[in-house]
Each structure stands twice: as C-alpha cells, then as structure tokens.
C-alpha cells in the first residue's frame, strides 16, 4: 500500500517520531512522509510509534487509494491537530466548552465532600493512640505491630456525618456516638435516598463494605467496623477546623440544590458508584504522597493540637507524615479533579483501518455467511442507548469474529474488553484477532506467569516432524502477565500505574483480551483498588463475555454484577454461547437492564434498551424492550425458530449406554462396553499398517473418578492406549498432554488425519502394538469442555447437566463434521455418584442441592429418547427433556434472590452494600484445602515431595513430605517421566522449581495426595 505522513508533533516529540518515521519512510516535506509499505511494517511502525509516543505527539496516516482518493487510517498520539477525517487546520477557534453535564457536576461535588468527610473518626482517641504507639521512641513499640481498631475511623466519621445532617454541632455528635452502644446503633445508609446518605455510604465504605461477612439475609450492619466492645467513651483530641465543616455544609447544600428532592436511589446508587471509586483513588493517591511543607502548619485547615492522619517509616523509624487537616483538604480537591476526570475518561479506540478490516463482509455462499447479515443488523443500531447482543451461534461457527465484528459496527470508536472464563481460552482468543489484522500495539492480552508464556513462546517455535506449513494450533494455560498494546495514559493516572506498570497496556489499549479475573472487580466494590482499576478500563469500553454459560450459578453472580456495572456505564456488551440457557439469558438482561436504569437516572432521560439475537440459522432479531414485555417469552420464542432451523444431518449420534445394576462395578463395565462398541464402529485403517485405530473421549465429572476410570480401562484394554487429562498435573505434564492432543486431534477438512498418520510417536505405537485393534483413550474431566479445539471420533458421556453432556459432545466429530450411520456418542445411564449409592448426583459439577431436584436420577427418563438423535442445542431448547426443564427450573431459583440484591429489589434493597455478598457469590470461591506441592528430581531420577506456601515475599516455605505412589501402566499414553519433565523444563528455559510444581485439593486436612504416576494426583485420607 502507499501512505502518507503528517507529524503535527511538538518539543521532543518530534524528534523521536522523525527517528522513527525516517526508518521507513522517505521524508517529502518537513513534517510529511510517504512510502509504499507492507501491513506487517505498517503495524510495526505504529507500534514503535505508540512505545515512544508522549502527549506532545500526534502522527497521522493516510492511504491512497487511486490519484484523487485517500483515507485515513490511524492517529497515534492526540487528535486534537487533526479534523475527524484526518485534515490538518488552516486555522483554529476556541469555541465555548458544552457544559458538563449535570450528574457529572453532581459526582464531583459528592467525591468532594466525601473527601472532606472521610478521615474525621481519626480525630478520636482510638485511632490517635494507635499512631502515637507506632511512633513512641523505644525501638520496641516502634517495630510492634499496630494496634487493631476496635472501631474504625470510617464508621465515626459517618456516624459524625450523620449527626451533623441532623443539625447538631460537632461537639454534640461526639457526645451522642461515645458509648459502644450508640457506635453499634449508627444507622446504615441502605435506602440511598438523598445526597446525605450516598455521602454517608462512600465514607463509610471507602476502606470496607458493611457487614456482614457471612449471614444469610446480607441486611448491612456495623460487624465490619465495630469490632469489639470498647471498655470507655470515645473522645475527640481536637477539634475540626471550622473552615472544613463549613465547606462540607456547603458542598452538600450545593448537591442538593443542584439536583433536587426528585432524585430517585437509582440515581444516588448509580452516582455513589463513581464519587467513591474517585474518593479512593484520591485517598490512595494523597496519601501516598510526602507530608505539607512547614508553612502550612498555619493553614486554615490546621488542627492544635496536631492530630495525624498517617505515618511513614523513615530510616527505619515510624514517624507522623500528614496532618489530618492538610489531608482531609487535599483529598476533597483530588477526589473533585477525578470525578471529572472518570466520567469523561476517552482513550483511542481501534484504527480505521482495523476497524474496516474487521468489517470486511464474509463471502455469501460461505460458512460464514450468517454473520452479514448479524453485522448489519448491528449497525443500524449504532450510537444508539446501549444494546445488549446474545450471540447464540453454533460451535464452530466463528462466533469469536462475530462479537468482535458486533462491537465494531455497534461503536465506531472501538474499545472492546474481552473476558474469558478459562485461561486456556485467552491465548486462543488472542491469536484468533491477531489473525483478523489486530496489531500487537492495539491489543493487550493478559495472561498467567512467565512460567506459562515461557512455555508458549517455545511451543510456538517447535512442530513434530512434519511440514512448515502445518503449525500447530496448541495453546497452553496462562492468566495475569500482560503483553503488548501499550499506549499514553493520562497523567493522572500514574498513581494508578505506579505500582503496577503491567496495569498501562490493560487499561489504555483498545482492546483487551484477558480472563474475567481482572475486570471481575469492576462489579466487587469492597476489592478498593482493584476494583477502581478495572472499572476504569470498563467506563470506556464495551464488554464481550464468551461462554458465559460455563459459569455455575454463584460465581454467575459476579458476572451478572460486572454486566450491571457495564450497563451503569453505558457501555455494550455482547455475550455468546450455542447453549445459552433462558434463565441465563433473563438473568443477563435482567442486570443489563438495571445498569441501564440507573445510567437513565443520571442522565435524567429515558433510555429504551435494546437487546439484538444473533445465530447462525435464522436471521437476526432486534428487540427493543418496553416495560411489558416478557423478554422470557421472546426468548424462548426465538429459540424455537432457531430449533427447527437446525439442519437435518446427524454429526453426533447419541445412544444411552445402560448399566447392569447400581454399583460402581456395573459402572465401570458399562463405559467398558462402551468404549468396545464405539471403537468397533468408528475405528479406521491406519496408513501402511493394516490397523484398525480411533480417538475416544471418556468424559468423567470428577479427577479422583477420572483416575479410576483410566486406571480401570488400562488393565481391561491392555492393546488400547490410555491418557488421563485433568487439572491436577504437574504444570509441564499438562502442558506436554495439551500440545499433543492440540496437534493430533486438529483435523480439519484440509488435515483430516495427516497429523495422526505423520506423527513419529502414533506411528512407533502402531508399529509395535500385537493387536489389529488400537484405540486411543483420553480420560478427562470438564477442563476438555471449554477452550480444547479437540476432535475425537468418538466419547462416552458421564451425566452432570445438559450443559456437561453438550459441550463434550461438541468435541465428537467437530472439526471434520461428517455426517455417521451409527450412534458415536454414549451418554451413561447414570453418573458415579448415584452408583455409589448417593442421593444427591448432578453436583460439583452440577445444579443439584437436593435429592428431589430432579424427577428422576436415571437418563433413561430424564431424555425425551424419542426425539433425541442429534447431540446440539436441541437438548437444551427444544423437545420434551426433563434434565433440561429441572435444570432451568434450578438456575432460575439459585438467581432469583441473588439477582434481587443486584437490582435492590423485593426487600433487598441494601444488601448490595454487605461483603457477605461479594463473598457468598465470588467469581472464584476460596478453597483453604488447595494445597501446592512441588516435585524435585535429582540426578538419578529419583523424585521427592514438597508442600509449600508463599510467604509475602513471594518466597516458598517448603516442607519436604513423603505421599503414597501407584506405579506407572504400561499402556498409557501422553506421560512423561520425571527425568523427562526436568529436561523439558531446561529446554523450555524454566525452572524445575516451577514446572514441577502442581495444586491438589483436599477435602480436609487429615488427607494428603496420591500420586498415579500415569494419570495424576488425587486425594486419599
């Protein structure tokens, strides 16, 4: 392509983008460029840009397409010097700023008075007595830890606040909060009702939620902050600057001047949001800086005596650092400039030209030809209310492009979160857009450890003996490093990034692609600053969830919030899943529209939401939803139409494998037979051998029942080679199972089983095997349902929920998609748990909390057989399934209270302030029996335990302890030996005390694990 460059750069600037600019370009002016250029070195000379771009810069270039047309790409750097289609001024006017908007003067008033508010408990004696312990002169008392509060200052100052609303002076308020009683007696502000009581919540919130912790009706009270009974009264040591009361006073006469009694708790709750996470950020910010010079001693915000709002530790020493007054004035004005600074936040979205790229029509007799119609459908939508997009296309049916094309027509300035569930689905994501023409300096992908790149990066640069042109496709685990897309970032918000410099490129470039881990605190106020952090990357983005139906019910929770907070935003959100279930889907529109009610409240106008349905069978459906409308209804409605468009041909034959009699024996047997039968009917010849081979997958809930299922099928099938694939592997084992099964079982219609018939390793197997029969047998559990790119010929279900029986079946017959005579998906009569004589069954994984959850525990009734051929959607939409029905019966019981907390409804109307609640529905709920061991190998091959914790450090205190073995089979298959584990750690270039590390869960205490040398670790008491 040619291109054009204008540099409209100043001071230093210019000379580092003329450095640049004169590597690839040939200079035609004193400021302009030109250039014919690849778009690899386009991308990479942007990148370069980006990394030395200051907020002097601002570099524009043009495409030429023909002699009279050219179009603008991309600017790096500020825009201001350049109009919107990239023409550079003749002149310039200074034209009136539009006034801000009203809610946003009424967040910058709120944070402000909170910030004068925030600190005054630390002029009572609890909190004085504590610093001054710290800094008494003997080295004893000063290395002693601090004395914990037995009632935090935040709780005083609201309650101070509180009094002070009520027309009492400062001196009366401290004399009706000094007894323990009255402390605990301090009302909560969970109504929201006016301005006095949001300022009450961001001040007595700004450090922790309310209480409590763990009670079942989350209704806020003072267990957080109160913690024990005080033995005396609580006294001031000085009285408040009279100037700060007064402005306090004032700040909040002015809130409610501006915006009235009319204002609704949508509109207190949606505005608190915001004027918190800027009071924290302020609060984090003042108090990280060096105390006031001396002349401000006499500043009108002094205090006699000195009253401290902090200490800092110099040369060793604990010593007085701010004065209450200088901190309580200084917070108040940064918490007003980030208010403003927030709401307004607009960073760069994607180029131009990635943006045309990504938009780029599919080919209409296509596989993909669904999606141009999707696509314009969404653009008629654009910079319009928001719009929530349900994207329930098929597996397979390039829903990845999809969203990401969704978020692009639906916003022109394109900035995209992308949150994933698994880890092992982001690297695969980020290639994925890598491929679509996102450059690395327009994307951050957020991923696990240098430990797990590592091992990427050497993946990528390996291959098995078989041609160039056939990379493999693997990608390995990883979660919390962030790479590329790095970008100029306001300056005030370097606090922010001071500590966490990875933090610049997750929030500052266009789109990021990370698990939900990180964007998860948007919607956990009590997670302070991560949660200010990751709604700023949410305020200015839109949000794309992907399988968002792979999230059990209470960390469902969590997503839902994140959702809420993506609607208060005012930001799209598209989430995707071929087995979306209903309750999901109202749930997620649900929390959307209460987002959306609330953004409605600030900006005092109504916004029509609109929900846009896109598959891959029937054409798009824009619903904009009035008050009366049942979306339920719709939904349903439009998955039927999707049910009888599904295409006739049979992929993934499904049969009911049934079980002698209820016992674990009779279990087993029956996979047994199973796996006899399927790979009779589905093996195949392999090349030059004569052979008859297949790949199956035993599907199996549990890791401690996944490892008796191999172990059983190893010593029954001695000809039949066994893998066993779950999450309690040592971290270079599991990478090792991954890329293999990632190289072997891609097999695409140009593939087909070349990988299989040209791999050194399958072909050693064939050759020495005395049977004509080998089947290869992955045992794995629910880490193979979402994020493995697999395709087997055939799998043996074991039953947990209709959701745990379609995604495997989606690995059957996937990437080759051919159409079977004969049933090649077993789905088992029951699962291990009713075999073991268990009343509760389809749990850890599953819905079920009680034996009478389900009308039946027996697959036999539970699936309308009649009307079940094809292993699709169709179990979950469509036909008379009774696991189905049971199962959306439970998801829309274990939401319903749950989601009434996130819409402050139905008497729930604060609980949304109490971390009882983030707790019980976490994204990742804590496990006190997930232990981490690490296994050596010294020089002989010999192997020792490890079990360890992280200090604070980060260092490992390591106790050496001895666990039962059970030695290797001689048929399985994937498995490395320990010797082979540490040499793949030196070649990889980690460390073994890394790569040999793995995490095992524990029941109790009292267990300690068991280590199969074939198949993994499990727990034994």
């Known amino acids: 392509m040619y291109i054009t460059l204008i540099s409209a750069c100043e001071k230093r600037a ?58 603008l790409l991309w600017v790096v750097g500020s825009r201001r010097p350049f109009g919107p289609t990239g023409h550079y001024p003749a002149g310039t006017q200074t034209r009136r700023r539009r006034e801000t908007p009203l809610w946003i003067r009424a967040s910058c008033l709120l944070a402000q008075a909170g910030g004068l ?26 290395k002693a830890a601090p004395v914990r509060d037995a009632v935090r200052h935040e709780w005083i100052s609201m309650g101070l606040l509180q009094k002070l609303h009520q027309g009492q002076d400062l001196e009366a308020a401290w004399a009706a909060l000094q007894s323990h009683t009255r402390l605990c007696e301090v009302p909560l502000p969970y109504r929201m009702r006016d301005g006095q009581e949001a300022l009450h919540y961001i001040v007595g919130t700004h450090h922790k939620l309310f209480g409590p912790i763990d009670a079942p009706n989350f209704k806020p009270n003072s267990d957080q902050h109160v913690r024990e009974k005080l033995g005396k009264t609580v006294n001031p040591v000085a009285a408040l600057p009279e100037p700060l009361i007064n402005e306090a006073r004032k700040l909040m006469g002015r809130l409610n001047t501006l915006v009235g009694p009319e204002a609704s708790p949508d509109f207190w709750r949606g505005l608190s949001t915001f004027s918190r996470v800027a009071l924290i950020l302020a609060d984090h910010e003042v108090s990280s800086r060096e105390g006031p010079t001396p002349s401000a001693k006499n500043a009108p915000y002094a205090m006699q005596p000195a009253v401290w709002a902090n200490t800092d530790s110099v040369n060793g020493q604990i010593v007085y650092k701010q004065p209450l007054g200088w901190h309580l004035h200084e917070v108040s004005r940064v918490a007003a400039d980030r208010a403003y600074q927030i709401a307004t936040l607009r960073l760069p979205g994607l180029s131009g030209e990635t943006v045309e790229r990504i938009l780029s029509p599919s080919h209409p007799d296509g596989p993909f030809a669904w999606q141009n119609p999707a696509r314009e459908a969404a653009r008629q939508l654009a910079e319009r209310d928001p719009v929530l997009v349900l994207n329930i296309a098929a597996t397979g049916s390039g829903k990845t492009k999809m969203n990401l094309q969704m978020a692009c027509a639906l916003n022109p300035r394109s900035r995209v979160a992308i949150a994933l569930n698994l880890r092992t689905l982001t690297l695969q994501t980020g290639a994925a857009l890598r491929a679509f023409g996102i450059g690395d300096d327009e994307m951050a992908v957020v991923i696990g450890d240098q430990v797990t790149k590592k091992l990427h990066d050497w993946q990528m640069t390996t291959t098995f003996d078989v041609p160039d042109d056939d990379d493999p496709n693997a990608t390995p685990d990883y979660e919390y490093v962030s790479i590329g897309g790095e970008v100029e970032l306001p300056s005030w918000m370097d606090h922010v990034l001071k500590k966490r410099p990875r933090w610049r490129s997750v929030l500052s470039a266009p789109v990021l692609v990370s698990t939900i881990d990180f964007l998860i605190n948007a919607g956990e106020p009590g997670r302070q600053g991560n949660h200010v952090a990751a709604l700023l990357r949410l305020i200015d983005s839109d949000l794309i969830l992907d399988e968002i139906d792979s999230y059990d019910p209470e960390p469902l929770v969590a997503v839902l919030r994140l959702i809420q907070m993506a609607g208060l935003c005012r930001r799209n959100v598209i989430c995707s899943s071929a087995t979306l279930a209903a309750p999901v889907a109202h749930a997620i529109q649900k929390a959307f529209m209460s987002g959306l009610k609330m953004r409605a409240a600030l900006e005092q106008r109504e916004i029509n939401p609109v929900i846009l349905l896109v598959n891959d069978q029937v054409p798009p459906m824009t619903v904009t939803l009035a008050p009366s409308q049942d979306f339920h209804s719709i939904y349903k409605d439009y998955t039927q139409r999707l049910v009888d468009a599904l295409p006739k041909r049979v992929c993934r034959w499904a049969y009911l494998q049934r079980i002698a009699n209820r016992s674990l024996d009779s279990w087993l047997t029956g996979i047994l037979h199973a796996v006899e039968r399927l790979h009779h009917e589905h093996s195949w010849v392999f090349k030059g051998s004569g052979k008859r081979v297949s790949f199956g997958l035993v599907r199996i809930a549990n890791i401690s029942t996944a490892i008796r299922v191999a172990d059983f099928l190893s010593n029954r099938l001695p000809h039949a080679r066994i893998a066993c694939y779950h999450s309690q592997e040592i971290i270079v084992q599991r990478f090792h199972k991954e890329r293999r099964l990632d190289w072997l079982l891609t097999r695409k219609p140009d593939l087909g089983n070349k990988r299989i018939e040209d791999d050194v390793e399958i072909n050693q197997i064939i050759d020495l095997a005395a049977e004509n029969d080998v089947p290869f047998i992955v045992v794995a559990t629910p880490v193979e349902e979402v994020g493995r790119d697999h395709d087997f010929d055939w799998g043996i279900l074991e039953p947990s929920s209709t959701h745990a029986l379609i995604q ?101 109307s604060g609980s949304w302030m109490t971390e009882g609640f983030y707790r019980k529905y976490s994204l990742r709920p804590s496990d006190q029996f997930l232990e981490d061991w690490q296994m050596q190998v010294n020089s002989d091959g010999h192997e020792s335990f490890y079990w360890y914790k992280v200090t604070r450090e980060g260092k490992k205190d390591m106790t050496r302890r001895d666990i039962d073995t059970i030695p290797r089979k001689h048929n399985d298959w994937l498995v490395l030996s320990p010797i082979e584990m ?7 270039g980690i460390s073994p005390d890394d790569g040999l590390s793995f995490k095992v869960r524990m029941k109790d205490i009292t267990q300690k694990p068991k280590w199969h040398q074939s198949f993994g670790f499990l727990s034994e008491t």
């Open 14 to 71: 210019l000379k580092r983008t003329r450095a640049v600019l004169d590597s690839y370009a040939l200079r035609i002016g004193d400021r302009a460029w030109q250039t014919l250029i690849t778009l690899e070195g386009l991308q990479e000379m942007r990148a370069l840009l980006r990394r030395t771009a200051t907020r002097q810069t601002a570099v524009a270039c043009y495409r030429h397409y023909g002699n009279r047309n050219a179009k």
């Open 117 to 142: 508010g925030h600190d005054w408990g630390k002029s009572g004696d609890i909190f004085a007595n504590k610093l001054a312990a710290a800094v008494k002169p003997s080295s004893k008392a000063a």
């Open 808 to 908: 495997p079946g989606g690995r059957i017959n996937r990437h080759r998609n051919q159409p079977v005579q004969q049933p090649n998906i077993a789905i088992l009569q029951f699962n291990a748990r009713y075999a073991k004589k268990e009343t509760v069954v389809f749990c850890k994984p599953g819905l079920q909390k009680k034996s009478n959850d389900y009308t039946s525990l027996d697959l036999a009734e539970l699936l309308d057989w009649d009307n079940l051929k094809s292993l699709d959607s169709r179990i979950r939409f469509g036909g008379n399934h009774v696991m189905a029905q049971c199962d959306d019966k439970l998801l829309m019981e274990q939401l319903k209270n749950p989601l009434s907390v996130i819409c402050s409804e139905g008497g729930y």
């Open 982 to 988: 540490k040499m793949m750690c030196d070649e990889v």
